[in-house]
T-cell receptor, first 115, second 113 residues
Framework: AQKITQTQPGMFVQEKEAVTLDCTYD???????LFWYKQPSSGEMIFLIY??????QNATEGRYSLNFQKARKSANLVISASQLGDSAMYFC????????????FGPGTRLSVLP | NAGVTQTPKFRVLKTGQSMTLLCAQD?????MYWYRQDPGMGLRLIHY???????AKGEVPDGYNVSRLKKQNFLLGLESAAPSQTSVYFC????????????FGPGTRLTVT
């Protein structure tokens, strides 16, 4: 079974609008970490935001926020005020400490920001 | 600081040839990782290391070997390359505390013909 599911292969958003990228995860552990990474067309992986499973508040980093719904096992990324430079692949990932340093990535969502 | 560097950036191999990919980090990170990225898929963990002299298997370790003789370096070896190993390979490193945020290298594009 897939541990990380990103159901939106591609998304479009108008510049300056907000967009939500979906991520659901599957784990039986109580302690885990959730990450979002951005991969522009140049290929590098850029860390965006982190949410720990015991964090009571949703994580925020500038224009990025993580909508964490633990009971639903979802960790959606919200990008506010989209910019043309936000066009990229976005990956959700999970770290499960009980499996050593095993990180699992989702298949990604390609976001295109329209002018 | 250079961060995480990978050598080489591109490589073409013939089936059966061997090669070693080198990853180096200058952030004094304890943990290092090797991933592969194939079209339409996210990154998949090949091997990782939690410290000098220790390595462990990830999700897709078959056909690869690794070594971590020095804290700053993590080597990925392909003993007998196969076309199925055509991929982009990423190295990453992280501290062993905090949120384990991974810092990635620029990637190596490997083609096996």
């Amino acid at each position: 079974a897939q541990k990380i599911t990103q159901t939106q292969p591609g998304m479009f958003v108008q510049e300056k609008e907000a967009v939500t990228l979906d991520c659901t995860y599957d784990t039986s552990d109580q302690s885990y970490g959730l990450f979002w990474y951005k991969q522009p067309s140049s290929g590098e992986m850029i860390f965006l935001i982190y949410q720990g499973s015991y964090d009571e508040q949703n994580a925020t980093e500038g224009r990025y926020s993580l909508n964490f719904q633990k009971a639903r096992k979802s960790a959606n990324l919200v990008i506010s005020a989209s910019q043309l430079g936000d066009s990229a692949m976005y990956f959700c990932a999970m770290r499960e400490p009980n499996y050593g340093q095993n990180f699992v990535f989702g298949p990604g969502t390609r976001l295109s920001v329209l002018p | 600081n250079a961060g995480v560097t990978q050598t080489p950036k591109f490589r073409v191999l013939k089936t059966g040839q061997s090669m070693t990919l080198l990853c180096a980090q200058d952030m004094n990170h304890e943990y290092m990782y090797w991933y592969r990225q194939d079209p339409g898929m996210g990154l998949r963990l090949i091997h990782y290391s939690v410290g000098e002299g220790t390595t462990a298997k990830g999700e897709v370790p078959d056909g690869y070997n690794v070594s971590r003789l020095k804290k700053q370096n993590f080597l990925l070896g392909l003993e007998s390359a196969a076309p199925s190993q055509t991929s982009v390979y990423f190295c990453a490193s992280s501290h062993r505390t905090g949120n384990y945020e991974q810092y990635f290298g620029p990637g190596t594009r490997l083609t096996v013909t």
